[in-house]
């Protein structure tokens, strides 16, 4: 894939500012290109961010066919920039894809495409601790048809903005909600591809939660309404007593996070062991309880890792090691954050260095 640039004169660039906040400070440019079914993918460009105009027929308003990804770009200590397993998130586009009955792209041009981006706005990479470059490759359908079938066309674009932590709190405990009647994804739907549809469904309770003090939710399945699944932002894992770190096993509904397997695959080589199972709600809760669950942490790409100090079940709190972060969640965040931005060893090869 050739990408052509139309790149803003570096006098009309933007900079990276010192305060920032989650989202909502957007990078200079874009990376967009369009697939037709009789011609395929074409026309990728990087140009200075823009809006969209859309047919009021697009297929993506009215039946929701749209996808989205999400990574990282970190500053190194010597002022270079690092991805932090883009394979996977690319990967993980084209499983979702698929999933929604849209087109595959080609995984090393979309990788090409995240790279140049990057480099294009390379100055909106922030130095600040524990800020980064948040990566948005995203894909809807635009054909104008009303019919309930897959679009024949579609746009994928990649954004990019500055970010700090997601949470307020940084990396203190947050407190989360556990819905007990309302539901986000069943085994065999599409809870296991990133899909907006998943995140709408979210919308409701995440207001209700939010509304009464806690920072998420914490999803059960659909069926019986007693399995721990994963928060709206991110997996979840608990710490036994025993050091052992255990995360619900992935069953279709519930997203396949890329730091979720990260935390699988560094904390064996820390010293943790770790378990894939299925967690009751009621025995997690006596778990906590007794003492025999003595953290809570969640992860995931916007986080990192997040302590939680309090899950809220049925009118109740149980409140977790004090409302402190715990010593696994620290030592995996610093191991995990060394990497990212290149200050210690990357036994595992997840760095790509771009610059």
């Not at 096993?249 to 064996?268: M, N, Y």
Request: net charge negative; hydrophobic share 40%.
């Amino acid at each position: 894939m050739t990408i052509k640039l139309e790149l803003l004169s570096v006098a009309d660039r933007g900079a990276c500012p010192q305060e920032l906040s989650f989202g909502s400070l957007f990078s200079d440019h874009m990376f967009t290109q369009h697939y037709d079914e009789n011609v395929g993918w074409h026309s990728a460009t990087i140009e200075p961010l823009h809006d969209f105009t859309l047919h009021p027929a697009a297929s993506v308003l009215h039946y929701g066919q749209e996808i989205f990804e999400g990574l990282k770009a970190y500053r190194r200590p010597d002022g270079g920039i690092n991805l932090f397993r883009p394979d996977q998130s690319v990967a993980r586009f084209n499983a979702s894809a698929e999933r929604m009955v849209m087109p595959r792209v080609d995984e090393q041009s979309h990788l090409e495409a995240i790279k140049q981006l990057v480099l294009a706005d390379q100055a909106w990479v922030p130095d600040q601790s524990g800020s980064s470059l948040y990566i948005r490759p995203a894909m809807f359908a635009t054909t104008p048809q009303l019919g309930l079938g897959a679009a024949s066309s579609y746009k994928h674009f990649i954004i990019a903005c500055s970010v700090g932590p997601f949470f307020k709190e940084g990396f203190n405990p947050v407190s989360v909600y556990v819905s007990d009647v309302i539901r986000r994804a069943v085994k065999g739907g599409v809870g296991e591809a990133k899909t907006g549809g998943n995140y709408a469904a979210a919308l409701f309770m995440g207001e209700q939660a939010v509304n009464k003090g806690y920072s998420q939710v914490l999803w059960l399945d659909a069926i019986e309404g007693r399995y721990v699944e994963e928060v709206g932002a991110m997996n979840i894992c608990f710490v036994r007593k025993d050091g052992t770190i255990v995360t619900p096993a992935l069953t279709g509904s519930i997203l396949g996070g890329i730091t979720r397997d990260s935390v699988l695959k560094l904390a064996p080589a820390l010293g943790y062991p770790v378990r894939e199972e299925t967690l009751d709600i009621e025995v997690v809760l006596s778990e906590i309880d007794s003492g025999k669950i003595t953290e809570v942490f969640g992860c995931g790409t916007a986080a990192i890792i997040s302590p939680i100090g309090r899950l809220a079940y049925k009118g109740r709190d149980y409140v977790i090691n004090d409302f402190e972060s715990g010593p696994v969640a620290q030592h995996l965040f610093g191991e995990l954050t060394s990497i990212q931005y290149g200050t210690s060893e990357d036994r595992f090869s997840w760095v790509q260095a771009i610059s």
